[in-house]
């Protein structure tokens, strides 16, 4: 029911205000003043009331929510182009919870037929509920004008799009809030066992998402993923409860806390420790902030190595001379995300609505959708402070899906090592596991500025965490691959004791009278600084092969042999139902062959990465150790070794006393650990390009100093 001037309006009834019969376009003005006595929906007596409008079942209007009021005022204005006034506009009102389903506060119908034209009518909607007429559940006031659009109503349209075509997957967002749910501390006990099921809920508007359970613990760790679109250039409040999962009973509440958006500047990640209320412990998150709107590369402000007298800057900031200046600091990557060609198509309509994001360890930051295209372009530039020179840049691709997550188109992962400096290249894009090719590439341009010294001395301190990633699973693919991996580094070992063992044999005289001749030189003048000096052959062995042009990639070649081959096994598993069985079998023992597969693949790597130090598989980590090693060579000459060991304990027991917070490392295996397996080998390799994928390359000067190795 309407009422405006005193008059109630109960349908379309009205001769006098009957619209022309030219059908056209209509404009309707809608101005959301007010709402008096509205029903009661919370415990405490009120309500958290916002509206929607919807015409012809699809939803227009969606208000901001008035906390905690009965009698809320939104005084918002909304201006929407009709086709036709057959159909009135149905207006609903909603209690936000911070549960996953709103009560329904009641709704109303405004039927546009009976509105006056070029006038403004204030009108009063009595809200109804149809299953209980006889409540009374308040009333909003509005303010209406209806406008009989003729001829070219584009310039009307251009400023009166709102939400109603947010549901049309039109790119009117504003941002995007990226949150990674890390883990909680010290919560609640909510079971007689002293533990919680603990998992968290997120909502920002009517957007909601709701965490893993994680099984009797008070310290959860999720390492989830959840991105919100922020609708309004002011950003929001994002609310955050925590509840304990129960098993045939309502779940229990935890605690909950929010996150303000409005202070936290966008393009960076924000580490946030939010204490619950109204219960026990914090939640630890990560929240990026990405504005959605898309510019072009040669305008975009952050566009800094660019601009000469910026890039000026940053050379000098990562100059030699400043080494020792804020070690962390290491130096900075740009990447501008410029186009995808010949995706995936992900939609029954043969498109896709491609969307790429952009990570650097923790850093995670996302371009705007292109809609309806396999050939979208992003033009899209983002820049990341780099701390550690041998993490790895990852793009992949997404197909945006208002109703589900985002489906995976394709993704590159590229070693901030391996990047040349202005050159703009199409990478063809891989499928998840990084394995193999998938359809379509991205054209990326990358420059990389670092400070050689302070990439160096951050090589030998732990490597960052990183928070999200992927759920360890039993997998008799990755369970065979890791035990693979390790026979061939256990074979390599048997293969060179065999070539000793043959010295000795006299299996070739030669050989056995030069290793003769070899032993009694060095035993008779053996000293320990030679360790660390015979170390140095195999690298320096290596070299000359490489310089030689001697392909030194068998291994790798081998290693993509066989992961090839374990695809396949795989793919017959899926159809032999013997096989099948096996793998269920493995499930029923899940914790155990996660544990054996994860220390083969420890083992095994630690193993691959020895020999791809030796490989110069990283030139700068190879120059990094033959600089250690000519290092340690001389400290052992010079130095007797009771004072290197005497130094080298002392350090290690006063460590804690000098510095309580600092993070006990070992060097060697934090070296190791930014060497890469055979595995992250192939994995960062490139696929070879069609030849008709070629981009126009842009060269720049790549000052010396930056840091990038001649080989």
Known sequence: MAIWTGINIVGPSNAETTPPANPGMYQL????????????????????????????????????????????????????????????????????????????????YLYLESLEHQRTLDVTLDLEDPQYPDHNLGTLELAVT????????????????????????AQLWRGIVS????????????????????????????????????????????????????????GGFIDITVWDKDSGKKDDFMGRCSIDLSPLSKEHTHKLDLPLEEGEGMLVLLVTLTGAAAVSISDMSVNILDDPHERHQILQRYSVLRSFHNLKDVGVVQVKVIRAEGLMAADVTGKSDPFCVVELSNDRLQTHTVYKNLNPEWNKVFTFNVKDIHSVLEVTVYDEDRDRSADFLGKVVIPLLNIQNGERKAYALKSKELTGPTKGVIFLEIDVIFN?????????????????????????????????????????????????????????????????????????????????????????????????????SQDVQAMEDLLEDEDEDYDKDDKDPERKSFINKLYAIQDVCISVQNALDEVASYGERIKNTFNWTVPFLSWLAIVAL???????????????????????????????????????????????????VVQYRELKLDPSHSPNKRKKNNPGGWGHSPV
């Not at 030998?460 to 928070?467: A, G, H, R, T, V």
């Open 179 to 234: 949150i990674s749910l890390i883990e909680a501390r010290d919560l609640q006990p909510m079971d007689a066992n002293g533990f919680s099921d603990p998992y968290v809920k997120f909502r920002l508007g009517h957007q909601k998402y709701k965490s893993k359970t994680i099984p009797k613990t008070l310290n959860p760790q999720w390492r989830e993923q959840f991105d919100f679109h922020l609708y309004e250039e002011q």
């Open 630 to 680: 000519c290092v340690a060579t001389v400290l052992i000459y010079y130095i007797p070794l009771r004072y290197i060991v005497l130094a080298w304990g002392v350090n290690k027991f006063t460590k804690k006393l000098r510095d309580p917070y600092t993070i006990d490392n070992n060097e060697l295996l934090d070296f190791l650990s930014r060497v890469p397996s055979d595995v992250q």
């Open 29 to 108: 003005d809608i101005t959301l003043k007010k709402g008096h006595n509205l029903a009661i929906r919370d415990r405490g007596g009120t309500s958290d009331p916002y509206v929607k409008f919807k015409i012809a079942g699809k939803e227009v209007f969606r208000s901001k929510t008035i906390n905690k009021n009965l009698n809320p005022v939104w005084d918002e204005k909304v201006n929407l182009l009709v086709g036709s006034l057959r159909e009135p506009l149905y207006v609903k009102v909603f209690d936000y919870d911070f549960g996953l389903q709103d009560d329904f506060m009641g709704s109303a």
């Open 146 to 169: 209806l406008l009989h659009k003729e001829g070219d109503f584009r310039e009307s349209q251009h400023s009166s799009m709102r939400l109603s075509d947010v549901h049309r997957k």
């Open 452 to 552: 050689a010294v302070k990439a160096g001395l951050m090589t030998l301190i732990p490597k960052e965490q990183k928070y999200i990633e992927d759920e360890p699973r039993v997998s008799k693919q990755l369970l065979l691959q890791n035990f693979n991996r390790v026979r061939r580094c256990i074979l390599f070992l048997i293969n060179a004791g065999c070539y000793i063992n043959s010295c000795f044999e006299w299996d070739s005289p030669q050989r056995s009278i030069c290793a003769f001749l070899v032993f009694v030189l060095v035993v008779w003048n053996f000293e320990l600084y030679m360790i660390p000096l015979v170390l140095l052959l195999p690298l320096a062995w290596n070299y000359i092969l490489i310089a030689s042009g001697k392909d030194t």
